[in-house]
């Protein structure tokens, strides 16, 4: 039996590989030892209730305010000692967190193979976003199997040196999850969502949180959407705000008493993707989400001077915009006021995935095992 162990510890993580996960644990010849470490606690538990999923190993390394050093070091050393326990033959990880490359360092100094899920994103800037981008590249140092969600992924490990044998490009995760989750006759659970009028209102929905944006970078971003609802009167944005006390203090200080802001705890997965399909637009910082929302035919605004994933800006579905408020302001304005613009962004294709990266991933790790003779027939967009 073939003994795999997926390792991840946030919620984005958690949302990418749920449909993973869903499909190993069927496969009578895997046996799958999921493990979380709980880098983020109360938004990864959501997940794992929403899907079902139950973890062999919860490392609940959670803390206040921890450091990327504290989470680092406690990651190496308690998944060290479960690759000792257990012997798996290839750990799975996924994207760009603490967590993603703890753990490969941890599984490479046991010499265990590395299966990297969503491999191959970069912005060439080990500062944007950070601490991510250096995450990604060096757990891609450390991995075997790199499951690339994109040509252009592809391209970028090759051009690293990584063998072509070891790519495989499967589009990504994401939009399996997604599309498993959206539902056109949801009903929203949270009061604010349940009164919001998605039809005579332009609903514009906006994240941020990255920690290259706080501080003077969101205050513009924050800013600019104050503006923006004062200049038009036909919208409303909703904010579900991030955990981080900065972000929420920045958040109240600036939107407090505006009435067509609505500001929100984090919202479930389900909530938050049901939103995302009735919404206007979305603006965000966030690397998801510029997957996510164009397979809603939602345009994308990115709050962010630089992109890993360019495929959507070349699909013209996805504009990367910087946080200066006149840009944003204008940028956002154009797509309010424009409905040719609006609906050519909207149309575009999505560049991401068809909702069956899990299975090529399976069939991948089955290839490389010697369990399937069939290689992977990969994912490309432009079908």
Known sequence: MLKIMPVFGTRPEAIKMAPLLKILEAQEEIQTITTVTAQHREMLDQVLQLFKLIPVY??????????????????????????????????????????TFASSLAAFYHKIPVGHVEAGLRT?????????????????????????????????????????????????TVIDALLQT????????????????????????????????????????????????????????VVPVHLNPVVQKLAERVFRGIERVKMLPPLAYEEFVNLMDRCYLVLTDSGGLQEEAPALGKPVLVL???????EAIAAGTV???GTEPEKIIAETTSLLVNPDLYRKMAAAVNPYGDGKAAERILQAIRYYFKLSPHPVKEYNSSL
């Open 58 to 99: 919860d490392l609940n390394i959670m803390q206040p305010e921890q450091s990327l050093t504290e989470v680092t070091v406690s990651v190496l050393s308690k998944i060290g000692e479960i690759i000792s326990k257990e012997k798996p033959d290839l750990m799975l990880v996924h994207g760009d967190t603490a967590t």
């Open 182 to 237: 959206v539902d056109k006759g949801y009903k929203f659970k949270d009061a604010t969502l349940k009164q919001l009028d998605f039809e005579s209102r332009k609903v514009i929905l906006l994240t941020a949180h990255r920690r290259e944006n706080i501080g003077a970078r969101m205050e513009h971003i924050f800013q600019a959407v104050k503006e923006l609802v004062r200049q038009h009167h036909d919208t409303e944005v």
């Open 304 to 310: 962010r001077d630089t992109t890993e994933r360019p």
């Open 124 to 172: 060439y800037n080990k500062y944007s976003p950070y601490p991510e981008e250096m995450n990604r590249k060096l757990t891609g140092c450390m991995a075997d199997l790199h499951f690339a969600p994109t040509q252009t992924a592809k391209e970028a490990l090759l051009k690293e040196g990584v063998s072509a044998g070891q790519i495989f490009v499967t589009g990504n």
């Open 319 to 321: 504009k990367l915009i």
